[in-house]
């Protein structure tokens, strides 16, 4: 079983607010991943980064950014939240040499 | 990109039938992997392909890596209402972070 967290489960704010997801894993694995999943619908990957301040960004443009200071933190945030950020947003992580990622529970976000 | 086709979108079974979905691209992909999303649940990882023909199995779930690298194949037999969810199949390129996922089978399964 994969022990990888994010915090809250779910949020509910106003426009204009900014907020912070928090990912965190403690299987010591170098990569993480940020995706962006509509309900029912495939994800999209937003960000991601190879190790402790690597970050990049996925396929699918996003106006949030990340941060990578430790190992088992990848944080992702929201300066301005706006409505058509609402969304589930899905943290994974995977060892360096290995495709399998493993994936938190996520957070599902609204913005009103 | 390199899309991935899967189907069928949507199941609905009687407990007990077998099931079958898949995954096609027209892109080759050197891994390929299985995952199952609950409701408001992050994807959990179900079975991982590593090899051109390779046919891996978790219990009733038997998944194969197409021959032509540019397909898999998931299969469940015997269902249970508990395999209710929505299924994603996922490829990934050889040293390539870029992961792509399928747009996911809804199954539903009627006791």
């Known amino acids: 079983e994969a022990d990888i967290y994010q915090t809250p489960r779910y949020l509910v704010i106003g426009t204009g607010k900014k907020i912070t997801l928090e990912c965190s894993q403690t299987m010591g694995h170098d990569k993480m991943y940020w995706y962006q999943q509509d309900p029912g619908m495939e994800l999209h990957l937003i960000h991601y980064?190879?190790?402790?301040?690597?970050?990049e960004k996925g396929d699918l443009s996003s106006e949030s950014t990340v941060s990578r200071i430790r190992t088992e933190h990848f944080p992702l945030t929201l300066e301005s939240a706006r409505p058509s950020h609402t969304s589930q947003y899905l943290c994974?992580?995977?060892?360096?040499?290995?495709?399998?990622?493993?994936f938190g529970p996520g957070t599902r976000l609204t913005v009103l | 990109g390199q899309q991935l086709n899967q189907s069928p979108q949507s199941m609905f079974i009687q407990e007990g039938e077998d099931v079958s979905m898949n995954c096609t691209s027209s892109s080759i992909f050197n891994t390929w992997l299985w995952y199952k999303q609950d409701p408001g649940e992050g994807p959990v990882l179900l079975i991982a392909?590593?090899?051109?023909?390779e046919l891996t199995s978790n219990g009733r779930l038997t998944a194969q890596f197409g021959i032509t690298r540019k397909d898999s194949f998931l299969n469940i037999s015997a269902s249970i209402p508990s395999d209710v969810g929505i299924y994603f199949c996922a490829g990934q390129k050889y040293n390539n972070n870029d992961m792509r996922f399928g747009a996911g089978t809804r199954l539903t399964v009627k006791p």
């Open positions: 994974a992580s995977s060892e360096y040499s290995a495709d399998t990622q493993y």
């Open positions: 980064s190879y190790g402790v301040n690597s970050t």
């Open positions: 392909l590593y090899k051109a023909g």
